[in-house]
C-alpha cells in the first residue's frame, strides 16, 4: 500500500513558477514508477508528465515540453513537478499517481488527493 500527498499548489500570475511536491508513504517507494495528470474545471483528467513504463526518458505532454520538469529524489520518497513559464490554461488540479509508468490512467494503482493550480492572466 502507498499513500500520496501532494502540495505546492497555489495561485501564480502567468509567467510565474510553481514547484508540486507527492510525499510517498511505504518502504517500496523506488520500485513504483511516478506520474502526473491533472484536472482542469469541466474536463477530464489528462496525462503530464511520468516515469516511461519500460525504463526509457520521462515522458512529457506536449503542452507541457520545455516548461515543466519532474524529478524524483529516493531517499525521500518525493517526486516534484517543477512548473515554469505557467499559462492560465494550466490551472487544474494536479495529481500525482504510484504504479507501472506510462501515460495512461490504468497504469497507475495509488493516487494522491490532488493539489490546486491556478493562473491568472
Known amino acids: 500500500q502507498v499513500q500520496l500527498v501532494e502540495s505546492g499548489g497555489g495561485l501564480v500570475q502567468a509567467g510565474g513558477s510553481l514547484r508540486l511536491s507527492c510525499v510517498a508513504s511505504?518502504?517500496?517507494?523506488?520500485?513504483?514508477?511516478m506520474g502526473w495528470f491533472r484536472q482542469a474545471p469541466g474536463k477530464e483528467r489528462e496525462f503530464v508528465v511520468a516515469?516511461?513504463?519500460?525504463?526509457?526518458?520521462?515522458r512529457y505532454t506536449d503542452a507541457v515540453k520545455g516548461r515543466f520538469t519532474h524529478s524524483r529524489d529516493n531517499a525521500k520518497n518525493t517526486v516534484y513537478l517543477q512548473m515554469n513559464s505557467l499559462k492560465p490554461e494550466d490551472t487544474a488540479v494536479y495529481y500525482c499517481?504510484?504504479?507501472?509508468?506510462?501515460?495512461?490512467?490504468?497504469?497507475?494503482?495509488?493516487w494522491g488527493q490532488g493539489t490546486q493550480v491556478t493562473v491568472s492572466s
Open positions: 499517481a504510484a504504479g507501472r509508468g506510462g501515460s495512461s490512467e490504468n497504469n497507475y494503482d495509488y
Open positions: 516515469d516511461s513504463w519500460n525504463g526509457g526518458s520521462t
Open positions: 511505504g518502504r517500496t517507494f523506488s520500485s513504483y514508477r
